[in-house]
């Protein structure tokens, strides 16, 4: 039975070029539900707005909000599931990595029960040896860092549950790694498979700077075992440094014809331990920013227009 009403949102950053392509695979696949589609423009400044807004303007389904300057990813999701009506929610890229292809078996496995339903990349060909190396070692660090199991080779393409939308935005907090949250939350969950594409047209607007923030973002968010293994450093290079003074004293008292002074050695110490320092300033620095951004409560984002909504 299809009387249930499904809600897609598409966070887009300067995808102008996507927009068309996108609905024509998108829109012939649940024309057999009742739908919405949510636009989240994330601060473009190529016009993707405009062309969403012709789509928009021949297809009342379709939904626009639109930022006042880019926000990031995570909160354009976060707008877009403040908004939807849906019972079942599917959010999807615009690029047209994520094969639409597979929502209807979504669907399915989300009437069977699960509650949140994966598209996980069975294929990653289409990525570059480097990212798929790190996305790799990402998972499996954060893993083993953190108390909440995050799978694996997902991405953001996923369905969520009316129930679980509710869930998510009723956290407080304003670091939204959205793919440990639903994790977090334990609900019912189910996989379906799919070989990722190629990126229709342009370029992707992930920097390596972008993913080192996402992942530190992620590893921060769901996990205090960085600040242990900065005590742990800090007790590893006192431990040494104490050794190495030990080492000197009797070196000095029972061997004094072996005794050389000489600069390599302080400065070898010297670097470690700075080097140490260095990390564990910077761990602590990264909760600590994290405690600075929830205490002033600003907004996640801010919302400059609203199209059909």
């Known amino acids: 039975m299809n009387n249930f009403f499904l809600s897609i949102i598409v966070p887009v950053f300067n995808e102008k070029e996507n927009i068309q392509p996108l609905l024509k695979r998108l829109i012939p696949i649940i024309n057999c539900y009742s739908y919405e589609i949510i636009f989240v423009n994330d601060g473009s400044t190529d016009g993707t707005d405009a062309v969403i807004k012709e789509e928009a303007a021949k297809n009342p389904s379709i939904k626009l909000i639109s930022f006042l300057r880019n ?27 994520d094969t639409p292809e597979i929502i209807p078996d979504m669907v399915e496995k989300w009437k069977k029960g699960a509650k949140v339903v994966y598209a996980k990349r069975k294929k990653r060909d289409v990525d ?45 907090e304003h670091s939204r790694f959205l793919r440990g949250l639903v994790a977090w939350g334990g609900f019912p969950t189910e996989y379906v498979y799919f070989e990722r594409e190629k990126r229709h047209i342009g ?11 996402f992942a530190l973002e992620g590893i921060a968010s769901f996990s205090v075992k960085p600040l242990r293994l900065a005590t742990y450093l800090g007790f590893i290079s006192g431990l040494i440094g104490f050794s190495g003074i030990l080492y000197a004293i009797v070196r000095k008292l029972f061997y004094p014809q072996f005794a050389v002074t000489g600069w390599a050695a302080l400065f070898v110490g010297i670097m470690f331990v700075g080097g140490v320092q260095l990390i564990t300033i910077g761990v602590i620095g990264e909760y600590i920013g994290k405690i600075y951004l929830e205490v002033q409560k600003r907004p996640r984002f801010l919302i400059k227009e609203k199209v059909h909504l």
């Open 71 to 97: 926000f990031g990813h995570q909160m354009a999701l976060t707008c877009g599931y403040r908004f939807v009506k849906g019972n079942c929610v599917i959010s999807i890229d615009s690029d047209l990595q």
């Open 128 to 172: 570059s040896f480097f990212k798929r190396t790190t996305a790799h070692l990402f998972y499996r660090f954060i893993n083993s860092l953190s108390d909440t199991p995050i799978p694996s080779d997902v991405g953001d393409f996923r369905l969520i549950d009316r129930e679980v939308v509710a869930f998510l935005n009723s956290l407080p």
């Open 203 to 213: 370029k992707t607007h992930y920097s390596f700077s972008k993913m080192m923030n």
